[in-house]
């Protein structure tokens, strides 16, 4: 496919709200990443999955936050009771290997009111 | 987390000139790489410079780095207003098991045409 494709590309939610993510990597990468981004930083970790095995789930801030990437492909971020520091963009990026350049979607932005 | 350091935090320069931006890390590495955000959009890989290469050229683009200071710089030749965008170091920690790739905060680069 073309690449990361990530949606919605906006999410606004009412504070207590429970929302999903979706990310759709690159046919074929085995690696994929959830990023969190606050306005003006960088890319804050979140979570890591080789294939469908959550390896590292170390920068989820809460337990409010979920990840699944259950058939090692399409993933999803859930974020339960939204809180308004949940409010970022959140950030999808895949890769054939761990270790090697990461190629990005554009993002989720998420306004929690 | 152990985020690296991009100098300086917003550079404004015409175009034309050469723009260099600096990232400082604290722990050993495997690799370096270097990406591009445009305003609103996902990240773009640029280059990856491994911790046994000191200088790196890709087009207009010429990485350095210094293992023993635990640095590294972007130089941006003949700067076009295109270039415009915030640029983040990435590392990619020399640490057992499975590390993230941890985003420094970025340098915002201006370019006037």
Known sequence: GAGVSQSPRYKVAKRGQDVALRCDPISGHVSLFWYQQALGQGPEFLTYFQNEAQLDKSGLPSDRFFAERPEGSVSTLKIQRTQQEDSAVYLCASSPLRTEKLFFGSGTQLSVL | ?113
């Open chain 2, 1 to 113: 987390s152990q985020q690296g350091e991009e100098d300086p935090q917003a550079l404004s320069i015409q175009e034309g000139e050469n723009a260099t931006m600096n990232c400082s890390y604290k722990t050993s590495i495997n690799n370096l790489q270097w990406y591009r955000q445009n305003s609103g959009r996902g990240l773009v890989h640029l280059i990856l410079i491994r911790s046994n290469e000191r200088e790196k050229h890709s087009g207009r683009l010429r990485v350095t780095l210094d293992t023993s200071k635990k640095s590294s710089s972007l130089l941006i030749t003949a700067s076009r207003a295109a270039d415009t965008a915030s640029y983040f170091c990435a590392t990619d920690a020399l640490e057992k098991g499975n590390t993230p790739l941890v985003f420094g905060k970025g340098t915002r680069l201006s370019v006037i045409a």
